[in-house]
């Protein structure tokens, strides 16, 4: 019985371990996107040139550096500073 519960553990981590793989895949591909569409939306409806869009991406770094993962945080303060509420479907990311 020991031997098939470390073999359950095994596969559990490895399941695991490759659900983390295929998110962080995921995120590689999709962001990219995001900073594309978002570039574009700023030069088609602003004008916006290179600099400008790349001080809005220079800027937008910073704030992924200071939130380090708290989603819950950037999306709240996002909401306080500019009336933008981003909401999250469930099973949004599962096509990824």
């Known amino acids: 019985m020991g031997k098939n519960n470390r073999l359950i553990n095994s596969v559990k981590l490895l399941a695991k371990k490759n659900q983390v793989d295929n998110l962080n895949k995921a995120a590689d591909r999709i962001t990219p996107q995001i ?3 978002m ?3 700023l030069h088609r409806t602003y004008g916006f040139g290179y600099e400008r869009i790349n001080r809005a991406f220079l800027e ?3 704030i992924w550096q200071a939130y380090d993962g708290d989603v819950d945080g ?3 303060q996002c909401e306080e500073e500019t009336g933008v509420t981003v909401e999250f479907r469930e ?3 599962d096509q990824w």
């Open 74 to 76: 950037m999306v709240k």
């Open 60 to 62: 937008s770094q910073k």
């Open 91 to 93: 099973g949004s990311m």
């Open 39 to 41: 570039a574009i939306a």
């Open 35 to 37: 900073y594309a569409a």
